[in-house]
């Protein structure tokens, strides 16, 4: 079955505390993304990822890092996560980018992150 | 700026259609697209439209796109329980090699018994 797993789905944390929300999808996607979304505010692209070892900064990139050194991974990692980065989080992967076509977004099911 | 903007909420009675709007910013968008969320659960693709397009029907789901004002709408005829979502518009923004979608606010659908 085509996916894209999180993981966690729920997570609370401290503040400075380090964490990593694992993303893996098995379509062999070249293009993958972050997401957070937020009441009243959408979806909000954090970072994306066209390749292996190619990642570039979205819209809100401050405070996260990716990686991408295998095609079906791109882990989000909070180096130290603070009470502002409380959000719903979903990780996306498509054949290309969208402009390409018409480029499904396939979503994974989100990860609830409260930092306190 | 970069703004796709829908209202936020919308009720409507069972049996009823349904219309969501959205306004998009890019002109040069090549696709646009209506993604639906249902509660706990990530977003879907729900249908799409190539700009070159005014309308597209699916069933149940018609697409209207007026390129001159920017403005596309969702209508959903015969609205059942099983709507209610919070439904994205999205546009396809950037250069080539450089894309992304970008969201709207998502409007949620309730449905009225």
């Known amino acids: 079955e085509a996916q894209v797993t999180q993981n966690p789905r729920y997570l609370i944390t401290v503040t400075g505390k380090k964490l990593t929300v694992t993303c893996s999808q098995n379509?062999?996607?070249?293009?993958m993304s972050w997401y957070r979304q937020d009441p009243g505010l959408g979806l909000r692209q954090i970072y994306y990822?066209?390749?292996?070892?190619?990642?570039d900064k979205g819209d809100v990139p401050e405070g996260y890092k990716v990686s991408r050194k295998e095609k079906r991974n791109f882990p989000l990692i909070l180096e130290s996560p603070s009470p502002n980065q409380t959000s719903l989080y979903f990780c996306?992967?498509?054949?290309?980018?969208?402009?390409?076509?018409?480029?499904?977004?396939?979503f994974g099911q989100g990860t609830r992150l409260t930092v306190v | 700026g970069e703004d796709v903007e829908q209202s936020l909420f919308l009720s409507v009675r069972e049996g009823d259609s349904s219309v969501i709007n959205c306004t998009y910013t890019?002109?040069?968008?090549?696709?646009l697209y209506w993604y639906k969320q249902e509660p706990g659960a990530g977003l879907q693709l729900l249908t799409y439209?190539?700009?070159?397009?005014d309308m597209k029907q699916d069933q149940r789901l018609t697409v209207l796109l007026n390129k001159k004002d920017k403005h596309l709408s969702l209508r959903i005829a015969d609205t059942q329980t099983g709507d209610s979502a919070i439904y994205f518009c999205a546009e396809s923004m950037g250069e080539a090699g450089n894309e992304k979608l970008t969201f709207g606010t998502g409007t949620r659908l309730t449905i009225i018994p």
């Open positions: 990822s066209m390749n292996v070892e190619v990642t």
């Open positions: 996306a992967s498509s054949r290309e980018g969208a402009r390409f076509g018409n480029t499904e977004a396939f």
């Open positions: 439209i190539f700009s070159n397009m």
């Open positions: 379509m062999n996607h070249e293009y």
């Open positions: 890019d002109s040069s968008s090549t696709y």
